[in-house]
């Protein structure tokens, strides 16, 4: 009986290696997706553009109205955009909206250099302001294009320390 014992004590240890078979973990669950429900690839591109709309309706509001992008967290904004106008999309984060954003802006400087590149002559102007003490200076570009549409575009814009009335004179002579 002792033997028996014995052999039952080094069966525990035995199955207690990483090696066993029929004691390891059980293999990780497949995740369940919409195709596993029968759910078609239209659907799901439908509720891919659906949000991709929403996303912009967004990002369209916030710059736009040039709002601060913790305008997303307010409960308020989110029931008129997710009830109101796109009930069936989450809202979009922080992050992904950053993202859109510098995609957009990518964009946009794309589509500008293009369109600057198409004619011969293009008119610059310079604007400093004042808002909440603190000055700033905008550089636009502005462009009549081959079919007689005026063009104009921010090139750069940047915040200014000291006195504007000390750098509007430095433009001016």
């Known amino acids: 009986m002792a033997v028996n ?3 039952s004590t080094g069966s525990k240890k ?3 290696r990483k090696g066993d078979k029929e004691n390891a973990a059980p293999p990780p669950k497949k995740m ?5 429900y029968g759910v078609t690839q239209n659907f799901v591109s439908r509720a ?3 949000q991709d709309m929403a996303d912009e309706d967004v990002f369209e ?3 736009s109205e040039a709002r601060p992008l913790d ?21 979009i984060s922080r992050r992904a909206l950053r993202r859109l954003i510098k ?4 964009e946009r400087k794309e589509h500008v250099i293009k369109t600057f590149a198409t004619v011969e002559n ?7 302001w004042e808002s909440r003490n603190r000055g700033y200076i905008g550089i636009s570009g502005h462009i009549i294009t081959e079919d007689f549409e005026r063009n104009s575009a921010i090139l750069a814009m940047r915040r200014i320390r000291g006195k504007l009335i000390a750098v509007a004179t430095l433009i001016i002579f």
């Open 14 to 16: 035995a199955s207690k």
């Open 122 to 128: 293009v008119a610059l102007t310079a604007d400093c």
């Open 71 to 91: 305008t997303i967290n307010q409960a308020s904004f989110q029931r008129l955009v997710l009830k109101g106008r796109h009930p069936n999309v989450k809202m």
């Open 32 to 36: 369940k997706t919409l195709t596993n």
């Open 48 to 50: 891919t553009a659906e």
């Open 5 to 7: 014992n014995s052999s």
């Open 103 to 106: 995609k957009k802006n990518q």
């Open 61 to 63: 509001y916030l710059v």
